[in-house]
């Protein structure tokens, strides 16, 4: 009823399940618990061994992303043959595609937030900068003037 595969699949994530019950599991794989425990049975396999494959969790950002892309225009079996190929689930390619959506809208906000804290300062910097200019725009008018002033007295004398 089950191919092999599916069975190989279903005892490897039931190996890497962490501390999810093996309900979840089985629920997840719409298969029954005792069916599932009968195939752990059977392949001798246990949690405490560690994989020879990559977990899904081992795989890193640009791997992540490199897998979304190579089956982002796959659809049922031919999804299913590329998961087995990379040894993941359909379900883990969901949750990289989530987990990217979600920090990009969280850095898309980020960035918004700090946009407007350097909009912030740069409208600060010019008001400090008008300012200064007027200052030095008066400090010029009061040397000229005082240059005037002690021509004026030179040719008084």
């Given at each position: 009823m089950y191919t092999p595969e599916f069975k190989e699949q279903a005892i490897s994530k039931a190996l890497q399940r962490g501390n999810k019950p093996l309900q979840t599991i089985a629920d997840e794989l719409n298969i029954s618990v005792s069916t599932l425990n009968e195939w752990l049975r059977k392949s001798g396999k246990t949690m405490t061994e560690t994989p020879t494959e990559k977990r899904p969790t081992d795989w890193s950002r640009a791997?992540?992303?490199?897998?979304?892309?190579?089956?982002?225009?796959?659809?049922?079996?031919?999804l299913n043959s590329f998961c087995r190929e990379q040894g993941i689930f359909s379900h883990h390619l969901q949750a990289w595609k989530a987990e990217f959506i979600t920090e990009s809208t969280q850095s898309e906000t980020a960035i918004k937030s700090s946009n407007k804290a350097l909009r912030d300062e740069v409208a600060q910097l010019?008001?400090?900068?008008?300012?200064k200019e007027k200052a030095l725009a008066e400090a010029a008018a009061l040397l000229v003037l005082q240059k005037k002033f002690q021509a004026f007295y030179e040719e008084k004398a």
């Open positions: 791997a992540r992303f490199q897998a979304l892309m190579q089956s982002a225009s796959l659809q049922g079996e031919a010019k008001k400090e900068l008008n300012r």
